[in-house]
């Protein structure tokens, strides 16, 4: 459902519109995670461990897939939001034409550097084979990867977040379905995971393609929209380019820090594995806020009505504040036991236990996590990109320059207390920009020709 959020209550909307996202990236996190437990139960610590290593290079295809759909959203927003609908249809067929291309790109590098990428890391030799296979296999599913972000950016650009989370509810009954069947039933072991997460992905992929060609054909516009405009695609770049560039050094950062973390053994990158696991979802429902303040924010620049992007952050701060809130509560109540569903605990008491002092240090700072997701919804939405990536650079570059520095005296506890370090710069900077009022003057289309 297309939903217009430049009239009607600021909060009721950011809430109706936030919900389904954040409920459809709890799916998503939520096969994500049951990767980790079928192979840490019934594989063994070792193949979690080999999944965990691989994690940040995978993590650079979603940074640079996520990046880009940024710009592809920002832009349909405000197109939409200005009811120019023509140009908002251009913007989405060019969007899919450049991500696909970017993507096809991107296969080739991935299967080019999967393994130098893993000898970078030091990942440890009785992991290396398993992480290779499932990098490998992980980066044919790239293409896929693209095409679903864009559609999903499409589709939130709209203001319909209720498509993408039943596209990735049964995505996420698939993947489970197939983690069960490939890993326990016959037995494929680590490649069995990656191939269950490469089919589930191809199937939403697709199915939201098709999706969002049928809504878009039922939009009625003036004019004819083209599948390729240069014009659409330098607005786009405007946003992607520098959230694609931000994206990726922090991608890169966090090869740095798994670098660090390989360097204290099996047990705790598997611990480490296993907590970032469980961090990734626990955070997930502040970050949908945040891209529910972005598309609400542009299609408010695009409106030309700054005045009600101000209430729409009041209303995302508290909601922010109270899901972080509840999160850690939660975290610090039941952490060993939700470690403990990656691994036996019984056998794997040091796993458990590296996880679990993650989970304690980083739940603490939860909310504040969130409230800087939803400044910087603000300024990414209005396209005031510059501030933006400072604020989310200076963020995790003081992750990895914390993490290394303190690593000499507190040793793998440094990668812990680093990560609330950035959040507080982040926020810093992304609040004062905010209240110096020079995101207004930002909009991406102000310049477009009708």
Known sequence: MVRDMTAGSPSKILVTFALPMILGNVFQQLYNIVDSVVVGNFVGSGALAAVGASYPVTFLFIAVATGASIGCSVVISQFYGAKRITEMKSSVFTALTSMMTLSALLLLAGLLLARPLLLLMRTPGDIFSDADAYLRIYVAAVPFLFLYNTSTAAFNALGDSRTPLWLLMLSSVTNIFLDLLFVIRFGMGVPGVAWATLIAQALASLLAFFVLLRRLRRMPCEGKPRVFECERLRHICRVAVPSIIQQSIVSFGALFVQALVNGYGSDVIAGYTAATKIDSIAIMPMLNVGNA?????????????????????????????????????????????????????????????????????????????????????????????????????????????????????????????????????????AAARFFSGGWKTKSIIEDAPR
């Open 293 to 429: 303040v972005s598309s609400f924010t542009a299609q408010n620049i695009g409106a030309a009505k700054p005045g009600r992007v101000g209430k729409g952050l009041r209303a995302a701060v508290v909601m922010s504040a109270v899901i972080g809130g509840a999160t850690t509560a939660v975290l610090w109540g039941f952490g060993p036991q939700f470690v403990g569903l990656f691994v036996d605990s019984s056998a794997n008491a040091a796993v458990i236990a590296a996880g679990v002092e993650y989970l304690t240090v980083v739940s603490l700072f939860y909310a504040a996590m969130g409230i800087m997701c939803d400044f910087n919804g603000v300024l990414r939405g209005a396209g005031d990109m510059k501030v933006f990536m400072i604020g989310t650079l200076g963020n995790f570059s003081a992750r990895v320059v914390l993490a290394y520095t303190l690593a000499a005296f507190i040793g793998e506890a440094a990668v812990w207390w680093s990560i609330p370090m950035g959040w507080t710069i982040g926020l810093v900077i």
